[in-house]
């Protein structure tokens, strides 16, 4: 278990890799709650859930703030956005849908950003981030709490990276 704390103007900025149950523990915005809730429910017993067991229509209300980025391994482990909810195409001012993480973000070339999202698929444990974005277009108004969940089809080697994100405005409003 992995957990980050540092001041952020006056507000927290936490993370926490841990698994699902133990996120559960802590206090989480009631989107990212639910969301989990239901990773946990369609994993089969011992293993990751796969895209297979992942069925959209199960969250409609979640929908708008899910966001799906496939994992490549060759030659090295490559980030490609699958898709994207219309709150989070929002904050990034346009739907980057099928575009590779560095090119969406060129500030994520650096190892800092790509990390979260390459400790998910490497520790295939959830990680939950409350702060500020570092990627998003109106980072200097918003606030993010968001959830990595793997998803791998053979239920072992981390193929997707199903996340959720919900951006709250400087009046701590959903965006």
């Known amino acids: 278990m992995t957990e980050l704390s540092s ?26 709650r639910a969301v989990t809730e239901y990773w946990l429910a369609i994993s089969p017993a011992g293993r990751l859930p ?11 209300s979640l929908l708008p703030n899910v966001w799906l980025v496939d994992v490549e391994r060759m030659p090295d482990i490559r ?44 520790s295939r444990q959830p990680a939950w981030r409350v702060g500020r974005p570092t990627l ?3 980072q200097e108004h918003l606030r993010l709490e968001r959830i990595y969940l793997p998803l791998a089809n053979d239920g072992e080697t981390v193929d997707m990276v199903l996340a959720l994100t919900v951006f709250l405005d400087s009046f701590g409003l959903e965006f």
């Open 7 to 32: 001041p952020l103007q006056g507000t927290d900025e936490r993370e926490l890799s841990a698994p699902a149950s133990v996120l559960l523990e802590h206090p989480l915005h009631a989107k990212i």
């Open 50 to 60: 796969g895209r297979q067991h992942f069925e959209p229509l199960d969250i409609p």
């Open 79 to 122: 980030l490609r956005y699958r898709l994207i909810g219309t709150s989070v195409a929002r904050a990034f001012d346009h739907d980057p849908t099928g575009e590779y993480l560095e090119y969406t973000h060129p500030a994520a070339r650096d190892q800092g950003h790509r990390m979260y999202l390459r400790e998910v698929v490497q």
């Open 136 to 138: 998003w277009h109106l």
